[in-house]
C-alpha cells in the first residue's frame, strides 16, 4: 500500500500545488489534493490547518503546502501540535529538513520557487530518511515545548 500524502494551497499557490501533487503522485504516494480550484479565494491559515491535522492524527505520513512564499503556510502549520513544516527553497533545504528534523509538511512559495526546483524539492523531500540519532532528542525538544 503507498504512503498518503495530503496537499493543499491557497489561491497563490494553485498552479505549484499541481506540480508537486504530480510529482509526489509519480514517487509513489496516494495523494490526497485540497484546496481551492483556479479563481477561488482560499485563506492560508484553514489550509494549513486542515493539513496539519491530517497529518498529526496520522492519517497522512506527510503533507505539502504552497502559497506565494510559504511562509505563511509554514507558520501556520507549526501551530498544529505534532507537525514540523519546513519552508523550503532548495533541495538541499528538504533533505536537511528530513534528516535533521523529521519534518512532516513542506511547504513551498509558488513566487519564490518554479516548477524544476519545486520536482526537485518535492522528490528530495519524499525521498530523505530521518537520520535518527542526536538529531531525535532534538526533536523531542520541539515537540515539548
Known sequence: MPDKLIASSDHAGIALRAVAVRTAAQAGFDVEERGPAPGERSD?????????????AGKAR????????????SIAANKVRGVRAAV????????????????????????????GVCEAIVRAFL??????GR??????LIEAT
Open 44 to 56: 492560508y491559515p484553514g489550509e494549513a490547518r486542515r493539513v496539519g491535522e491530517v497529518v498529526a
Open 135 to 140: 538529531h531525535a532528542d532534538r526533536v523531542k
Open 88 to 115: 523550503c527553497t532548495s533541495e538541499y533545504e528538504a533533505r536537511m529538513a528530513r534528516a535533521h528534523n523529521d519534518a512532516n509538511v513542506l511547504c513551498l512559495g509558488e513566487r519564490v520557487v518554479g516548477v
Open 62 to 73: 506527510f503533507g505539502i503546502l504552497v502559497c506565494g512564499t510559504g511562509i505563511g503556510m
Open 127 to 132: 525521498e530523505t530518511a530521518f537520520d535518527g
